[in-house]
């Protein structure tokens, strides 16, 4: 498998919400835009669709609950109570969707239900046993009286600042039809004060317009709470996350394991099994010219000598390459040593660690930086190369430069992407910076774990 430098790979990028434009940049300041962009407008309609809801869904669920706990002395108890928190469960999509169109929020499916076998009692054991049910059923309470919060601050703001802000466009509205000079600031029996000179209507307009620009900060601070709760309630455990990345990490495992063992088994049945079968054809003719032409059939021998050679080296190659006996007897630092000199570039090779890994892990660190050196000889057009390999608390470090073109990048189906995937696979890390024009520096974090007792 080879990297090809020069490869993109798009890293993805942040958008913020849907129809924003990528990399758009805005001539006024953010404070100054916030309340007339598109995202405060919809987070606005968020926490204002949020009240009717969470009643709706707090007034369900209490019901629900209250009347499954109730008929809990009779069977009857048990199928309500699952019934509502399937309905807590179907509500939380509801809200997964509008945070996804309104606050730009992702968030994946809880982990679904896990039934032994087929049948109503089944899906009520399930449903019960469920923690993204239960997790449901607490985000419908917790999310009305955080909803009303939200509601009351946020309309609240809203009106007095832009009332205010507009005032100098309607003043005129309350001498004419209001039987007062202007907004009534203080009053009692005996002494009023009117918001009603041209300088108080300036500074009531200031001041609305603080209120309309802090307006949208709070109000994005008041939603931050609700993605805080949408995410960690209506979306998958961390438990269940952890599940489905060690599933998806032991396909890569197994996918890459029998790639290997499909490359092994072409390289045996291309080149030493092939080298052997015309081996033994000319030691059969050999064997046949002893008698009759001792001269031919040395010769033919001393050719079938050369053969065995050249196939006991495509021996060699292939066992270091399923794992050489350098890196078992010697560990990672004689077989980096190994694996430099036969780049085209010179390499300085330095590993500091003060035991070794183990053996899994090491393996995975040497094949890196086989395959991170042999895209150099290949394809960097590099005139020299380092490789470092260090111990950081509870990680394995590698770090490989050199000063080649640069413009490596880790795209679809690249080297480097089958390399990260490989890391990735056993909770590694592997991080490429390398600008059009070089140098480039390939960090790999692999987990520690020490060597056994082989």
């Not at 001539?27 to 968020?46: D, K, N, S």
């Not at 809801?53 to 019901?63: P, Q």
């Not at 995937?421 to 600008?435: F, H, Q, Y």
Request: net charge negative; proline share 5%.
């Amino acid at each position: 498998m080879s990297t090809e430098y020069g490869q993109g790979y798009g890293l993805p990028t942040e958008s913020g919400y849907p129809g924003h434009a990528e990399g758009r940049r805005h001539r006024m300041p953010a404070a100054l835009r916030a309340p007339v962009e598109g995202r405060t407008w919809r987070e606005l309609g968020y926490v204002l669709l949020s009240l009717p809801i969470s009643v709706l869904l707090f007034t369900y669920a209490i019901t629900m609950v209250s009347l499954g706990a109730g008929l809990l002395v009779t069977f009857l108890g048990v199928p309500v109570l699952a019934a509502a928190l399937a309905g807590c469960r179907g509500f939380g999509a509801v809200e997964r969707a509008r945070a996804r169109g309104l606050l730009g929020l992702e968030v994946a499916e809880p982990e679904p239900l896990r039934m032994k076998r087929q049948g109503f009692m089944a899906w009520i054991g399930a449903v019960l046993k469920s923690g993204a049910s239960w997790r449901a059923l607490l985000y419908a309470v917790l999310q009305l009286p955080w909803a009303v919060l939200s509601f009351v601050v946020t309309v609240t703001l809203w009106s007095v600042g832009w009332t205010l802000v507009t005032y100098p466009l309607w003043f005129w509205v309350l001498p004419a039809y209001g039987a007062q000079p202007g907004i009534q600031l203080y009053g009692d029996e005996h002494h009023q004060i009117y918001l009603d000179n041209p300088f108080e209507i300036t500074v009531t307009a200031g001041v609305g317009l603080l209120f309309t620009l802090a307006t949208p900060w709070i109000v994005r601070a008041l939603t931050t709470v609700d993605r805080v709760m949408v995410h960690g309630l209506l979306g998958p455990s961390r438990l269940a996350t952890r599940v489905v990345e060690l599933e998806s990490d032991r396909g890569v495992v197994v996918d890459t394991a029998a790639a290997d063992l499909r490359r092994i088994e072409r390289d045996l049945h291309d080149g030493a099994q092939a080298r052997l079968v015309a081996l033994a054809m000319d030691l059969g003719l050999a064997k046949e010219k002893l008698r009759e032409d001792p001269q031919v059939a040395a010769r033919m021998v001393d050719e079938a000598h050369g053969e065995v050679k050249t196939a006991l080296q495509e021996l060699r190659d292939l066992a270091r390459g399923i794992h050489p006996a350098v890196l078992t007897d010697r560990g990672l630092d004689a077989a980096l040593s190994s694996v430099a000199s036969r780049c085209t570039v010179p390499v300085r090779v330095e590993v500091d660690l003060t035991e070794r890994p183990a053996p899994a892990i090491e393996g995975i660190a040497y094949f890196t930086v086989s395959e991170l050196l042999q895209n150099i000889s290949k394809h960097s057009r590099a005139t020299w190369a380092a490789v470092e390999v260090w111990r950081t608390e509870n990680r394995l470090m590698l770090q490989v430069v050199d000063n080649g073109v640069g413009g490596a990048e880790v795209s679809e189906g690249s080297g480097l992407a089958g390399l990260a995937e490989r890391l990735d696979a056993v909770d590694g890390i592997l991080v490429v910076d390398s600008p059009a024009g070089g140098p480039t520096r390939v960090t790999a974090e692999l987990p520690w774990r020490a060597e056994r007792a082989r």
